[in-house]
């Protein structure tokens, strides 16, 4: 199970926060990756800089033949297209694309040349990733904790 979590709070070239992540599943269809679900899109408090707008999250399950790497990249150059400038860490953005978790890959980002680290590294702290992910699949396991993924959720709760 190959699942991309999708975020967006400012309007951009391909327009709404919403419209955005719309066309942003349309390119990943486009580049060669069979969509196999996708969450609704969620409206979500800014997390790590509160001062902006709001987000609309959702995630999808995707099946393709590119390797991890290569998937990012592929992520990246849609980013860019949408309109994408990495500025401030966890700022506005028009659109951000992170794999969540690549089947049952793991990787240290240290151990490759793009830092990515699979599952991703701080999924179980978002809810705005977990709970489209639920809508997804309830029973989804983090390939390295083995906690399903509503178990994460009633975890964060707690917190």
Known sequence: ?????????ITGPWGSPAET?????????ANGADVLARSSWIETKPYG??????????????KTTLPPEELLVMLH??????????????GPRTLDL??????DVIMNG?????????????LHHRSFVL?????LNP???????GKTVTQMLDELAKN
């Open 1 to 9: 199970m190959i699942l991309i979590a999708l975020g967006s709070n």
């Open 21 to 29: 992540l719309d066309r942003a599943v349309e390119e990943i269809a």
């Open 49 to 62: 800089v509160s001062d902006q707008p709001g987000f609309v999250n959702g995630a999808i399950e995707i």
């Open 77 to 90: 150059g849609i980013e860019i297209a949408a309109g994408r400038k990495r500025r401030e860490k966890w």
């Open 98 to 103: 992170d794999i969540i978790a690549y089947d």
């Open 110 to 122: 240290g151990d490759n040349s793009l830092n990515l680290t699979l599952p991703h590294n701080d």
């Open 131 to 135: 709970l489209p992910v639920r809508e």
């Open 139 to 145: 029973s989804w396991q983090h390939p390295v904790s």
